[in-house]
């Protein structure tokens, strides 16, 4: 048996089947994501890096599909957005792409106290309450004292309503983060009914998944954008492939301040990893 080697220092069997989806995620036919599952397994050896399968899986992949030699993996560039205000923003647009009316950055008053809320979102006859939670490091789970802060909110703003404090009758309290969620923050959330959306959370639903279906790619999934480039197009609302893609260049160099040739250069390649 070959063990991998994860990033928390801990080991697994290495698992052929998870190299083959995750292929698939990289827009791989089935036939390919076997024939690149095959040479993966061929090189693995006991105590490759998780890191060294994805440098693998992206070194192979990308001689049948170019635009990968422009990007990074989902997980980690996701965890390079600025997390206030750009992830913010992120998790809104993600959800208006799947129907919700997004309000931002609302203050609601409960019964007890104000409360700052990251995002609303409302899709009859659902009213959510959502905590943003972001980590800069992939890794770190999300714990159980941000579903205990997102519980006591959703409680207080519900019993706001009732005491005619504010407008909006919420239904339920929401967490997404862009970690995986920790198993006593799992038995929490079920056990108070607080929905949630992180890394592989819920396992057939989880951000992942929802990203990849609407190819929601955020803006660092290009490779070697610096921290400085990032900022210049998260402060003029450039936080996703998509925005980048459909901007004039001219227009965007006058915004940013960036070189009409680096302009360029990121939206041609936003361009190919969208397949547009």
Not at 51 to 58: E, P, S, Y
Not at 85 to 107: A, H, W
Not at 189 to 201: D, E, L, V
Request: charged fraction near 30%.
């Amino acid at each position: 048996m070959v063990y991998v080697t994860k990033a928390d220092g801990s080991k697994q069997g290495f698992d052929r089947e998870k190299v083959f989806r995750t292929c698939l995620r990289l827009h791989a036919t089935p036939e390919r994501a076997q024939q690149v599952a095959d040479k993966v397994e061929e090189k693995a050896y006991d105590g490759i890096s998780t890191k060294k399968i994805l440098h693998l899986i992206f070194h192979y992949l990308s001689k049948h599909e170019p635009e990968l030699k422009y990007q990074i993996d989902l997980r980690e560039a996701v965890s390079k957005l600025r997390s206030k205000p750009d992830f913010e923003i992120f998790v809104g647009m993600l959800l208006q792409e799947y129907g919700y009316r997004v309000l931002m950055n609302q203050i609601i008053s409960g019964r007890c106290v104000d409360h700052e809320i990251d995002v609303i979102a409302v899709k009859d006859p659902e009213v959510m309450y959502v905590e943003v939670k972001h980590h800069r490091e992939q890794h770190t789970y999300t714990g159980l004292d941000i579903f205990l802060k997102a519980n006591s909110t959703y409680e207080d703003l519900k019993s706001g309503y009732g005491k005619g404090n504010n407008m909006l009758e919420f239904t339920r309290g929401m967490v997404v983060c862009n970690t995986k969620v920790s198993d006593l923050a799992m038995r929490y959330a079920k056990c108070q009914g607080i929905g949630h959306i992180g890394w592989r959370a819920p396992e057939d639903r989880g951000l992942e998944q929802m990203i990849e279906e609407k190819k929601m790619y955020p803006v660092t999934i290009l490779k070697e954008l610096s921290p400085t480039v990032e900022a210049k197009l998260g402060d003029v609302g450039i936080i996703i492939l998509k925005q980048l893609a459909v901007k004039d260049v001219k227009e965007l160099a006058k915004s940013t301040g960036l070189p009409r040739d680096v302009i360029w250069e990121l939206v041609a390649k936003a361009k190919d990893i969208l397949r547009l």
